[in-house]
T-cell receptor, first 115, second 109 residues
Framework: GAVVSQHPSWVICKSGTSVKIECRSL??????MFWYRQFPKQSLMLMAT?????????EQGVEKDKFLINHASLTLSTLTVTSAHPEDSSFYIC???????????FGSGTQLSVL | GQNIDQPTEMTATEGAIVQINCTYQ??????LFWYQQHAGEAPTFLSY??LDGLEEKGRFSSFLSRSKGYSYLLLKELQMKDSASYLC??????????WGAGTKLIIKP
């Protein structure tokens, strides 16, 4: 079946630095990928929709200059958390639409800890 | 390898009860999640089980048996709006989320 790879799994960084998270569709092309943030109560918040070759669509309340999304190819989308602060510490998950029938496949997530 | 199995599709009748099973084989266990997802929308959190037993939350209940690597989501008094995909996900020892492929639930009048 379709596989979505996300890395790194864990990242610890200092406040003020930038962190890049990659999401790859390994065996299919994904024109659309999604980025979520998982909060302590386990709910998933959709942050943005990443479209290959065009600008990402951000959900209300998500700062596009803070969370940079690049979907440069049909198999790769990246999320860069710029000037990270402790409040950005969270679990970030990506997903991609793949075959069959444009089902949604999820990455395993990235735990970001900002010190 | 790590694996989560759940049925691809299920059909049930409005007002009835349906049970969606999930079996898992993962490197360690740090909790099991059930999410509901309507087409085109982000998944909605339904339940989280980390200890064995049944967790009841309104019309939805979730059961976990860690020794059997098994969980189920029980939906009672089905409504048409319950037609959706139901995703089972397990957090492994590395805190990674391993996802099932989802069960598409079709509710018929």
């Amino acid at each position: 079946g379709a596989v979505v790879s996300q890395h790194p799994s864990w990242v610890i960084c200092k406040s003020g630095t930038s962190v890049k998270i990659e999401c790859r569709s390994l065996d299919f092309q994904a024109t659309t990928m999604f980025w979520y943030r998982q909060f302590p109560k386990q709910s998933l918040m959709l942050m943005a929709t990443s479209n290959e070759g065009s600008k990402a669509t951000y959900e209300q309340g998500v700062e596009k200059d803070k969370f940079l999304i690049n979907h440069a190819s049909l198999t790769l989308s990246t999320l860069t958390v710029t000037s990270a602060h402790p409040e950005d510490s969270s679990f970030y998950i990506c997903s991609a639409r793949g075959p069959p029938n444009e089902k949604l496949f999820f990455g395993s997530g990235t735990q970001l800890s900002v010190l | 390898g790590q694996n989560i199995d759940q049925p691809t599709e299920m059909t049930a009748t409005e007002g009835a009860i349906v049970q969606i099973n999930c079996t898992y084989q993962t490197s360690g266990f740090n909790g099991l999640f059930w999410y509901q997802q309507h087409a085109g929308e982000a998944p909605t959190f339904l339940s989280y089980n980390v200890l064995d037993g049944l967790e009841e939350k309104g019309r939805f209940s979730s059961f976990l048996s860690r020794s059997k690597g098994y969980s189920y989501l029980l939906l009672k008094e089905l409504q048409m709006k319950d037609s959706a995909s139901y995703l089972c996900a397990v957090r492994d020892s590395n805190y990674q989320l391993i996802w099932g492929a989802g069960t598409k639930l079709i509710i018929k009048p």
